[in-house]
C-alpha cells in the first residue's frame, strides 16, 4: 500500500487528549488522489506513481496535460506529483487513493513552500543580535558587521550568512504525529505546524526517520 497523498492546508486548531492537554494540530484536506501514472524499473530504471489531486476546470489545462488524463479516463487535475513506491506496491493506472492509507498513530514527513517574506535583513533572516545599541551608533542597530577579512583570504566565502530573498521555498516538516483521520470528509490532521499558507499544496509520505 503507498503511504502518499497531496493535499491541501486548511488550517490549524486544537485538540484534547484524555488528560485535558491541548495538542496543536494541522488540518490537511488530502485526496482524493488518482494514480495518473506508474513506472516501474523495467521501463524506467525506477518504481513510481504519480498521483493528481485537486479537479479543476479542463480550460485551465494544455492540450498535452488533459491527453495524459484522458487516457485512463481522469478528470482534469490540478495538481501531477510523483511519489517513489516499495516493492510489493502494486497500484493500476486509474486507482484512487484517500487517507484511509494513514492511521491515528502514524508518523508522516510533509512538505510544502513556505510562505515568501520578500527581501530580508540578517536580523529577521538568520536572526543576527545586529550593533550595539549605544556609544553613538546611528545605522547599525540591524547591520550584519564584519563579512571578511582585508588581508590573508581578503574575499568573502562562498554560503556567508547575508541579506537576500527569505522564504518562498521547500520546506519538510519530519515526523509529525497523525492525530486525526476523517474518512468521510477526506482530512487529516497532524501534531504541530506545517510548511506554507492556507491552501497551499502540501505532500504528505510516511516519515523516513521513524
Known sequence: MLKGLLGKKIGMTQIFDESGAAIPVTVIEAGPCYVTQVRDVEADGYSAVQLGFGEIKPKRLTGGQLGHLKRNDLPPLRYLREFRTKKGVELNQGDQVTVEVFEVGDHVDISGTSK?????????????????????????????????????????????????????????????????????????GVRGAVPGPKGGLLEIKEARKQ
Open 116 to 188: 515568501g517574506r520578500g527581501f530580508a535583513g540578517v536580523v529577521k533572516r538568520h536572526g543576527f543580535s545586529g550593533g550595539p545599541k549605544t556609544h553613538g551608533q546611528s545605522d547599525r542597530q540591524r547591520a550584519p558587521g564584519s563579512i571578511g577579512a582585508t588581508s590573508g583570504t581578503a574575499r568573502v566565502f562562498k554560503g556567508k550568512r547575508m541579506p537576500g530573498h527569505m522564504g518562498n521555498r521547500r520546506v519538510t516538516s519530519q515526523n509529525l504525529k497523525v492525530v486525526l483521520v476523517d474518512l468521510e470528509r477526506n482530512l487529516i
